[in-house]
């Protein structure tokens, strides 16, 4: 039997495309690291429960953290025709130490062995993006103290609404980043559970010791029951999906700094680090590197739903189909690692126009709203006001001027309660400053915020202004 394991059982080899079509060794030999843990915890805890004698059990362990060496050097020899990376590293162990290597696999099967090692490395992936994304955050913290004085228009429609300080924008995108990295960490929590001992698909009759070995592993507990721990894999679809609602978020920021890179927006300039030029026209400076950060979210959408597909209608327990969670998997996250780098990046490094985003409140009467406030206060019924003040943002849209400008006859002459006062209301800083409850963009607020996301990035361990300046981003000292 030339390339087939375990041949007892067949007459012949395994057709030749078969066995190509089926090895899956290229994508998962990146869980080397957590198949060796897995298997030095397994082995060790059948020492210690006298199912393996100890001089075979130090054997086995010295076996697999040479081959662990190995793999880290580089220098381990990956075979397809040995099919996945739990073969080629018994196999392996097995030519390093001899027979005694086959005894690794004593009460244990693949299919625990296999979802043990997505757990860990799905766990730790988890961990690690979170990191990722709070590393965004701080950018996004710094840039946001640097962003209080400035105000721009709200939008709802891609119309201006009302005005906002850039601070409660970034701020908007801090909120859903945050989010982002809590969900990681979800579900690298309840993931946190050990398959190991499942077996195939209904345990061993070893008398083994899975807590040992959960603990050895760094797992909060064992599974409950062991079919459903080899044959689900609702925790990749839990975690892809959090990436997915991290990827969407940072499809639709990127999406805003397309829209204010612009010449008809211009409120940023995108450094020329995160912009290409056109092979054609000379004058274009392109947010590509925004643009595919935008692109990128359909894969990693593409990539949960090839995982929803693959589990629906599986019967239980383990089938072969489960071994295409990797692909997905391993690209979705390294797909959104690439981009919460890049974005910080940009981001850090992007120049802010205030007058831009200044100038662009001066049109669009998004002061309409505070007129009518100025009359609902004075005890027009908010309604009735909406009315009064479409008639003037008619009536200077007509004579082509901003709101400002009508002069108070004009004004009165629509309702005799305006006074020299609604001036002053008419101020976009009055308005912003108006709006100062909790959740609002007034300037006290914005800081309160900043402060807030500040303390809670430090908190979990990022030290907020040296990692805004790693990418980037000027930091200047926070009053
Ligand atoms: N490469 C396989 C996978 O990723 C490992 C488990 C194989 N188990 C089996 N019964 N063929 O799912």
Known sequence: MANRSWGGRFERDLDKKAAQFSASVDVDKRLAPQDIRGSIAHVRMLGERGIIPAEEVRRIIRGLEAIGLEVEQGRFHWDSAKEDVHMNIEAALIDKIGEVGGKLH???SRNDQVVTDMRLWTREACHFTGSRVAEL???LAVRSAGAIDILLPGYTHLQRAQPIRLAHHLLAWCEMLERDRDRLFDAAKRMNLSPLGSGALATTTYEIDRRATAKELGFDGITRNSLDAVADRDFLIESVAALVNCAVHMSRISEELVLWS????GFIKMSDAFTTGSSMMPQKKNPDMAELVRGKSGRV???LVALIVLLKGLPL??????????????DAFDTVNACLEILAGSIATAEFNSERMRAALAKGFIEATELADYLAVRGV????AHEIVGRLVRLASKQGKHLSRLTLEELRAEHEGFSTDVYRALDPETAVERRRIAGGPARARVKKEIAALRKRLQRS???VDRTAARFGAKVSRPD
Request: glycine residues 8%; charged residues 30%.
């Open 106 to 108: 004593t009460g244990r």
């Open 137 to 139: 955050l701080a950018v």
């Open 262 to 265: 612009s010449q008809e927006f």
């Open 301 to 303: 959408a593409g990539h």
């Open 317 to 330: 327990a383990y089938n072969r189909d489960l071994q295409e969670d990797k692909p997905a998997t391993f």
């Open 381 to 384: 019924p908010f309604r009735k």
């Open 461 to 463: 361990g990022i030290d």
